[in-house]
């Protein structure tokens, strides 16, 4: 703004995914769009404004690290920076969808907050989405493939077996093994219109309404939390040996007592497989 002058209008610059979650790690990218003032739908100057602000944006965040998106969900593309009535048109196409993958792409979508601008966009679109969802089992029944689709990396054996980059390095993704966790959480929250998008905060407020209860609410958090911690750690490791971090953790390189952890933690996740079966298509 001290480069190009004040905005033409009021707005919200939202983060979405991980960064409307306040979960990124130190390997991540962007997920930002905008939202304006109904007021100025079509108006070329607005469009103009905002679409130099999302290049400056999007182009200073990269050069402090964070990698522009593979699929261009960032306010720069002009898809996702719109009035905010083309917003709530579709959060209303994804929730009445009839296309499975169209709604599990959308998924980062519900995870949005306000970095900077105007709050009240943020309340009126979750008061739209929260309206929305409402007796929409079919959209639900959509969302959980994000979790019913995860499957255990351990094998019959009792191993865990990972992508095989070379003969002699077996890996796995730990953001695949957090997806099933944060989507559940997700899921509910969306299902009892709470507001929180950090997946902590919501694991809270879904414990306090006794929607998740003990010992699963414990569970889920230690889960969440040792995930977390591990991805954390690896990224950290990379650094400092000079490479660039990324989600893959190394077998090899854990002892037994983490193995045993995350087996426990494989385990979890697969009773919230049977808990989502149950809530949301009727079978265990």
């Given amino acids: 703004m001290e480069e190009i002058g004040e905005a033409p209008c009021s707005f919200a610059f939202i983060g979405l995914g991980s960064v409307g979650r306040k979960e990124q790690t130190l390997a991540t990218d962007q997920d930002n769009a905008i939202i304006f003032d109904d007021e100025m739908t079509g108006n070329e100057e607005v469009i103009a404004y905002f679409k130099l602000f999302a290049e400056k944006v999007n182009t200073h965040l990269k050069s402090l690290g964070y990698q522009l998106c593979k699929g261009e969900v ?26 499975p993958q169209s709604v599990l792409d959308a998924c980062i979508f519900f995870d949005f907050r306000c970095l900077y601008g105007d709050e ?19 959209f639900f029944q959509h969302m959980t493939a994000s979790v019913m689709n995860w499957k255990s990396p351990v094998t019959i054996f009792g191993s865990i077996v990972g992508i095989s980059k070379s003969e002699s390095e077996d890996i796995f993704d730990i953001k695949k093994v957090l997806l099933p966790l944060t989507s559940f959480i997700r899921i509910y929250s969306i299902k009892n219109k709470i507001s929180e998008t950090n997946s902590l905060k ?5 414990q306090k309404s006794e929607i998740i209860k003990s010992p699963l609410y414990d569970e889920l ?35 037994d007592i983490e ?26």
């Fill in 202 to 206: 919501r694991l809270d407020e879904l």
């Fill in 120 to 138: 009240q966009f943020i309340s009126d679109l979750n008061k739209h989405v929260n309206e929305t969802v409402e007796n929409k089992a079919v």
């Fill in 221 to 255: 958090k230690m889960a969440y939390n040792y995930l977390m911690l591990m991805r954390f750690r690896s990224q950290a490791e990379q650094l400092f040996e000079g490479l660039m971090p990324d989600n893959f953790i190394k077998v090899s390189k854990l002892n």
């Fill in 74 to 99: 960032m306010a720069r593309n002009p898809k996702w920076t719109q009035p905010l009535r083309m917003w709530k048109k579709y959060f209303t196409e994804w929730i009445n969808s009839a296309d």
């Fill in 259 to 284: 193995i045993t952890t995350l087996k426990k933690v494989f385990s979890h996740i697969a009773e919230l497989q049977t808990k989502v079966s149950f809530d949301f298509k009727g079978s265990a």
